[in-house]
């Protein structure tokens, strides 16, 4: 009788044994099934192919619901962002094309008209007029790269290559405004190697050179030169002009900043601002040091590899 028991016992209790293992084996079953269709729905959504085809809450666990919830969001909005920036194109491509056409207009006639007076006041208003007609298609072309650069309409591509391919850019072409201003101006050539984007980059390092000989007086100088670091070289701008305030050595790269100490010389805050947005998508950075009638040092970090 004793006997009978244990065996019964001993059954029972394998049979106990039997039904943990299978629960064991069912719900670590169940949990792989969730963790592979959790990673089915990020990889997909990793590569944009997310979409509600793929999303069927009625046969997904409660984790699986509220992650699929998400996902299937993210890829709606990332849809939106996308057809937003497409809307900005097709508008900045028409602003462009539609202004092009009457500020060439403004200028040429403007020539033609500024040749064919006699009188000088009507002179002088006519070379005023062609002043800010150039000055109107220069702002026009800058707003479009920003826009470019902002929504991704056109991506920086940096690639190693020398860093004198800049040096030889900004001796072509700003040595010759520093000499109309009596502004010497020195820029020294160098072996050093990094990664940027030949024509966007030499739009950021002309920006701050060009600042550099609006607010450096005559007789002032100008030095542009290369410093090599362990991960980064660094395109030094260097002046004796005018100078920056500590307190607005942040803010001097903000769209649309301006100096109190600008005075009249013409700007319009975006240079520096552009100058930032296009070395930081290189991976590199801008640094300035600067004391008010000392002159101003500006350091374009740019990386080695």
């Known amino acids: ?21 299978t629960a064991v084996a069912a719900m670590a079953f169940y949990v792989k099934n969730i963790l592979d269709n959790i990673e089915k729905m990020l990889d997909e959504a990793f590569t944009g192919n997310f ?14 619901n509220k992650l699929g919830r998400f996902l299937l969001s993210n890829s709606l909005s990332k849809k939106k962002l996308q057809s937003e ?13 539609q202004t092009k056409t009457p500020v060439t207009n403004i200028i040429l006639y403007t020539q033609l008209m500024e040749g064919l007076l006699n009188n000088e006041e009507e002179k002088r208003l006519a070379s005023q007029i062609l002043n800010q007609a150039g000055r109107l298609s220069f702002l026009i072309q800058l707003f479009v790269k920003i826009s470019h650069l902002e929504t991704g309409i056109v991506n920086v591509n940096p690639c190693l290559q020398p860093a004198a391919l800049l040096l030889e850019y900004i ?33 950021a390092v002309g920006n701050i050179v060009d600042n550099a000989i609006k607010y450096t007086h005559s007789g002032g100088k100008i030095k542009v030169y290369v410093k090599s670091f362990e991960m980064f070289i660094a395109i030094v701008i260097k002046d004796n002009g005018i100078g ?38 290189e991976n590199g950075y801008i640094k300035v040091k600067s004391e008010p009638g000392k002159g101003s040092e500006f350091f374009i970090y740019l990386k080695k590899s």
């Not at 979409?51 to 699986?64: F, I």
């Not at 520093?178 to 030499?202: C, F, G, P």
């Open 1 to 21: 009788m004793e006997g009978n028991r244990l065996k019964i016992i001993i059954a029972f209790s394998f049979i106990a044994i039997l039904i943990s293992i």
């Open 51 to 64: 979409t509600d085809k793929h999303y069927d809450e009625r046969r997904m666990s409660r984790l699986e």
């Open 85 to 97: 920036r497409e809307e900005i194109q097709k508008m900045v491509s028409d602003i462009s094309h």
């Open 171 to 203: 001796q072509e072409a700003y040595n010759g405004r520093a000499e109309q201003k009596n502004i010497h101006m020195s820029v020294e050539t160098t072996e050093e190697k990094a990664v940027y984007d030949l024509k966007w980059t030499r739009e």
């Open 244 to 281: 920056i305030e500590e307190e607005e050595q942040a803010a001097i790269f903000n769209r649309f900043y301006r100096s109190q100490d600008a005075g009249q010389d013409e700007g319009t805050g975006i240079g520096l601002y552009l100058a930032r947005k296009i070395i930081s998508m």
